[in-house]
């Protein structure tokens, strides 16, 4: 499967931003699917993920309560919706898929698929 990531921009401290994730390739309803984010000279963390039917998320405590994933599998497509946004949450944002017919957990303990980033930029 290919992903291909949208959305990012810049907002100001408070803002929100919703971003997309295009999946080609069959079988997409079959994929758990997550977001990370890289901040300059940090590595890659680990932000949201959603089981390949969307009855399951899971976040990172930096994200609970602020970002909703969710997804759309008749589209093929993946959404980061990102409310109340700080300063930290600036970075490079990803997005990727486990195996097909994972657990949601492959998503973050083994990320298959990868995304070109998607850029966010938060301002104080």
């Known amino acids: 499967v290919q992903l291909q990531a949208s959305g990012g921009g810049l907002v100001q401290t408070g803002g929100s931003l919703r971003l997309s994730c295009a999946a080609s390739g069959r079988a997409f309803s079959s994929y758990p699917m997550g977001w990370f984010r890289q901040a300059p000279g940090k590595e890659r963390e680990f932000v949201a993920a959603i089981s390949w039917s969307g009855g399951s998320t899971y976040y990172d405590d930096s994200a609970k309560g602020r970002f909703t994933i969710s997804r759309d599998n008749a589209k093929n497509m993946v959404y980061l919706q990102m409310n109340s946004l700080k300063p930290e949450d600036t970075a490079v944002y990803y997005c990727?898929?486990?195996?097909?017919?994972?657990?949601?957990?492959?998503?973050?303990?083994?990320?298959?698929?990868w995304g070109q980033g998607t850029q966010v930029t938060v301002s104080s």
């Open positions: 990727a898929a486990g195996e097909s017919d994972q657990p949601i957990v492959a998503v973050w303990t083994n990320p298959y698929y």
